[in-house]
Structure formats: structure tokens, C-alpha cells
């Protein structure tokens, strides 16, 4: 953070000195900059103002590390069909078949798709078997009885899309000449469908205003039920007085309000914060640094551009998901919601 700060005031002052020397070669001896340097953080400057100049991260995901597509389908499908292996059976089974890999590799395919209990994966076959309509809710709960998965170890664990849903508010920073934004969130835990808006308060008015003008709506269209809400305990869900708009809404809409950290959740463990920063790194960061923008419309209708490429197209790992997008997950789930 105070790194980018420091790179930024450089820039500025790189651009400053050149103004008043009157002169770009000069200032950019001085400063340890080159001419091209200069007209790149000129033109950056003009077209976003300071957050134009901030660095993106260079960061990469380390992709010659990540197994192929066929190979990680390979590995999900085996923690399906044998949820009892552990890694090292799973890996020994796969290596017979042709798929060389070892145990480690594995487990880093499961962690990422949150299969890396025996739990996690009979919850996740559950899942898998409903989606083709391939196990009744009595042959399910045979199941859990068979595994030993007690109720209470489970009461957060989804059923379907609108069973556990998470809200949350995420400030985005401050976005000159608007001032302070933040995104308000909305994510389906069990498709992660996720909605948001961009507002310049994170208030509880908002928040209930979000839900019952932007989510409601949606789920009402789609024939969705919203049966539980997780929220963090920020001020805007939880206060006793700051809180009462969001409260009173679920009280009236009779959606059953879950409140605790969301790291907290075993199911939905980070759920709305690993989004978030996915749409800071994927769509605010390189937006924002690249264009000035004068109004908050402008900034949503390129965040709703954004949410209709996550929905449709982005792969999302999780046990219910297993690698497909939201919008293939609701079209699978679709009939146990009747």
C-alpha cells in the first residue's frame, strides 16, 4: 500500500518538476524517468487522474502449475464416486487410469473446490446426485444418516439456490471527483449468483434498498425463495438502531437473518470477500485506472457488464458448483426448488 502511495507521489512529482522547468528532459534526468515514461504517466494522469498512476498488481496465477482441464474433471469426478479415498488412494486410482498425479495435486483440486474432507465430498455428491435428479430428499437424508453427517454439523450446508444466500458491503475506496463507493453484494451460496450495485453509503437504508429493489426482484422473477440470509455484523445489518430499516425488512419478507463472520461459515466460508476481491482485481483496479469517471451510473453499468460475463462464464470451484458457472448451476438445480 505505502509502496504504491510513494510510486504515485514520484509520478506527480515527475510530472510537476517537468511543468515548472519547462522542460521534459530536465525533469526527467532529475527524477530517473524517461521521456516515455513521462507522456505514459501523462496520459494516464489526463484520462483517470491519481488512481491512473497506482501500479496493478503483476501478479500472475502460476499456470504452467495447474493441471490441465481434463485432468482436474478426472479428479473431482473421483472424489465423487469414491468419497472415502483419501488423496493418496485417489491419486494411486487416477495414476492407474492414465492420470498421472501425485497425492499433493489432488489435494489442491480439492481444497479448491472445498472437497478436501470426507464430509465435504458426500455433501458435494449429495449435490451432484440431485442436480440429475438422481436422489430424493429421503435417499439423501438415508445418507447423511449412513455417514454419520449430524444436522447440526450441517445447518448451513445449502440445499439449493435461495437456501443460503450472503450480503455483505465492500468499500471499493475513494474515486476522485465522486468521492467514497461501495459495492453492495448479494451471492447465492449454493450457485454463487452474484448481484451487486455500487452506492456512495453503506448505510442500513441502502442495504434493505438493495435487497428489496435490485435482489428481491430477481429472485421473485426466477421463482427463487430467499430462505436464509448471512450477514457479517457490520453496523448497516446488526445495530440496534442503525440496523432497523435491514431488520425490519427481513421481518416482513420473513427471511430468516444469519448473523456471524463470514469466515465463520462452513459452507460459505469467505464466500462474499473472495468475490470481492476477485471484482477489485478483475474489474475496478484496471477500470478505474484507466478511465475518470463523474458519476456513479457510469461506474454500475459497467459493474452490470462485468457481473453478466462473472454469471455466464467465469468456471467457479466450490462442491456445489464443481467448476461450472452460476448460470449452469441454477439451470441444473432448477427442479429442486419445486
Known sequence: ?????????????????????????????????????????????????????????????????????EVEDQVIEIALDYPNYGQAKAAELLTARGCTISASGVRTIWVRHNLETKKNRLVALNSHLRQQNQLSFKSQHDMEQLYKLEQNETALDCKYPGDVCVQDTFSIGVVEPIGQLFQHTFIDAYSQYAIAIVTDNKESATAAEFLSTTV??????????????????????????????????LEQTEINHIQMRAYNGPVVNGLAARFQQLAYDEFYAP?????????????????????????????????YTLGKTAVEVLALSKHLLT
Open 216 to 249: 428481491m426482484p430477481w429472485y421473485q422473477e426466477h421463482k427463487i425463495p430467499i430462505n436464509s440470509l448471512l450477514t457479517d455484523r457490520g453496523a448497516e445489518f446488526s445495530g440496534k438502531q442503525s440496523a432497523a430499516p435491514f431488520k425490519q425488512l
Open 1 to 69: 500500500m505505502n509502496s504504491n502511495k510513494n510510486e504515485i507521489r514520484s509520478k506527480l512529482a515527475l510530472l510537476q518538476l517537468a511543468t515548472e522547468l519547462g522542460s521534459i528532459s530536465k525533469a526527467c534526468d532529475i527524477m530517473g524517468y524517461s521521456r516515455d515514461s513521462y507522456y505514459r504517466f501523462k496520459k494516464q494522469y489526463e484520462e483517470a487522474g491519481e488512481r491512473g498512476l497506482k501500479n496493478l498488481s503483476r501478479k500472475k496465477p502460476a499456470l504452467k502449475n495447474r493441471v490441465s482441464q
Open 287 to 319: 477500470f478505474l485506472k484507466n478511465h475518470r469517471i463523474t458519476d456513479i451510473e457510469e461506474l454500475n453499468t459497467q459493474l452490470q457488464k462485468w457481473l453478466n460475463r462473472y454469471n455466464h462464464q467465469y468456471a467457479i470451484a466450490g462442491r
